[in-house]
């Protein structure tokens, strides 16, 4: 059975016509940054700080070991120098301290 002439007019009307298409733009596709050495040990320390239990232990053990992780990184990554691990030591001790909110409602209650 041959298809009806509103079907062929359909059929017309919806063929993919490349004047009316959309011309494809060259899309460049650019390589992720790698990331910094300072990012890259920043990343490992909030690692060791989450994975070695140290915001639950007490300020002279984190003292302890902030100076001895902190020993490991300048080895680890040379090309830092001392203001970016005095930095970085900085950023640990903050990750360290308890939320503010949290420690504004315990000092509170007590």
């Known amino acids: 059975m041959a298809p009806s002439r509103r079907a062929r007019y359909i ?3 919806f063929t ?10 060259n899309r460049q ?4 940054a790698q990331p910094t050495p300072f990012e890259q040990a920043r990343d490992e320390l909030l690692q060791h700080i ?6 639950d232990a007490a300020t002279e053990h984190q003292t302890e070991w902030f100076d001895d992780t902190m020993a490991y990184i300048a080895e680890r990554f ?4 001392e203001p970016e691990l005095s930095e970085l ?12 909110a949290r420690a504004a409602a315990e000092s509170s209650a007590a």
């Open 89 to 100: 030591r900085a950023l640990g001790g903050r990750f360290c301290e308890p939320p503010k």
């Open 11 to 13: 059929a017309q009307s």
């Open 50 to 55: 989450m994975r070695c239990g140290v915001i």
């Open 29 to 32: 596709r650019h390589a992720p």
């Open 78 to 81: 040379p090309e830092l120098k």
């Open 16 to 25: 993919l016509n490349p004047d009316f298409m959309a011309k494809n733009r």
